[in-house]
């Protein structure tokens, strides 16, 4: 692309930047910006300057939040024994708009994938492991993807609580394998939470 402006040059590089924005893209979003108000633009980027200076990470599930400990582990209305493992705060608000679920989240912040240089120490795994030591948690419900590298992640945690007291399992595939959790109707999330099924049922599954 040949820009008659390095300025623009600038903000149309920075904003290909973003997953699923290509240069043209990129560009018409600029150019549209620069038609709107100044103000917009600066509620924009002070928007993305306030949350990226001061966001937190629940101390607790690793959710984002704006406080220590996020609203959910902090209502005392959660039940603490049931604990659901998900990716990221997508999945978390996903389950969430099910209403079908009371318990507390686990967030590992993305799947175990050697292909991209992911391990398990680059995730909340040990956070995890830890909560599940203290003994309150009575179950665990993986709700990872179901793509390979959800399923390496749910079965090294599983691992990792051997000799512990904990029952695990998986939510129910109404989802077709390879979906991701996000992209799931509400009424087939909720009731796939529900109809959850033991872990290692659906090890012998696969
Ligand atoms: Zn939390």
């Known amino acids: 692309m040949d820009f008659s402006s390095k300025l623009l040059e600038n903000a149309v590089y920075e904003m290909s930047q973003l997953p699923g924005i290509g240069k043209r ?13 100044t103000e917009q633009t600066q509620r ?3 928007a993305l300057e306030t949350l990226r200076s001061t966001v937190k990470f629940c101390t607790s599930c690793h959710n984002i939040s704006d406080v220590e400990l996020c609203e959910i582990c902090a209502n005392p ?3 603490e024994s049931l604990v659901c493992v998900v990716e990221d705060i997508r999945d978390v608000m996903a389950i969430e708009n099910t209403g079908q679920f009371k318990g507390l989240y686990h967030v590992l912040g993305g799947k175990i994938s050697p ?3 992911v391990g398990p120490q680059d995730l909340t795994i040990q956070s995890l492991v830890n909560k599940a030591k203290e003994g309150k948690i009575k179950e665990l419900i993986f709700a990872l993807s179901s793509t390979m590298e959800g399923d390496t992640t749910n079965f090294y945690i599983y691992k990792q609580l051997d000799g512990l007291e904990i029952s695990t399992s998986t ?6 394998v390879g979906d991701e959790l ?15 099924i033991p872990f290692e049922g659906s090890l012998k599954a696969n």
Not at 25 to 37: E, G, N
Not at 171 to 176: F, L, S
């Open 182 to 196: 996000e992209y799931a109707d509400e009424i087939t999330l909720g009731r796939s939470i529900v109809n959850r």
């Open 171 to 176: 939510i129910a595939r109404g989802i077709a």
């Open 77 to 79: 209305k959660r039940d």
């Open 25 to 37: 893209t990129a560009l018409r979003l600029v150019l549209h910006l620069l038609k709107q108000p």
């Open 115 to 117: 292909m991209e240089g």
């Open 44 to 46: 924009l980027s002070g």
